[in-house]
């Protein structure tokens, strides 16, 4: 069976899942062989598991039973995407307790697609079924987004590619990738420290300054100290 998902299990015993390539390049629709494969693999251990994410997207129903699963594991799922996480992909991304993007990356939501063949009444049922479709993806969106389903829906219906920032923005990521953040330790340190300094100069140049300028020791306390 030709894969698209590689679990790797690390030197801590945490474990990776690469998801590459299209979803469900062979059979997942009725297949009870690929998915019980790959929820064997999953449930095969336990903890924390992350996520990278590079796919075009792929097999709908693929997608959604691997949102569903990951949704019902017991640990936290840390999704990375680290290219990209089109269509069916963006769905399964929705799956991770914590989504990370990386700066170069994209995530892309469309309308589902399909092939239909037939009467006016057979292309009723496939129009039908695809608006069914959307709006179980959109359930996964609003679910993670917490944005109003028509908008999301307008989003779908215009091909809507999103840059890291952008995903950031509506909710589809929660993090960037690489981004190195400031603590506020840090930033009360360094604000501490630079007054610290500030201070320290100012006593040095302070006895100074009334010779420096010409005018007597008291006058300039005086003014000093209307500054302040």
Partial sequence: MNKFWNWIKNE?????????????????????????????????????????????GGDCIAASQIYNMLMDYKGNVTVKIDGIAASAAS??????????????????????????????????????MLEEVKESIINAYELKTGQPRAKLSKLMDGETWLNANKALELGFADEM????????DDVMNYSFSRQAVTNSLLDKLIPQLPKAVGIPVDVFETRLNLIK
Wanted: aromatic content about 6%.
């Fill in 12 to 56: 801590d015993g945490s474990r990776t899942l690469y998801l590459s390539g299209a979803i469900a390049e062979e059979s997942w629709y009725e297949d009870t062989v690929t998915p019980k494969q790959f929820k064997s693999e999953l449930i095969s251990g336990e903890g924390d598991i992350d996520i990278w994410i590079n796919s075009p």
């Fill in 91 to 128: 769905v399964i991304a929705m799956a991770g307790t914590s989504v990370k993007v990386s700066p170069t990356s994209l995530m892309m939501i469309h309308n589902p697609l399909t092939v239909a063949i037939g009467d006016s009444t057979e292309m009723k049922k496939a129009i039908q």
């Fill in 177 to 184: 990738l690489f981004e190195k953040n400031e603590t506020q």
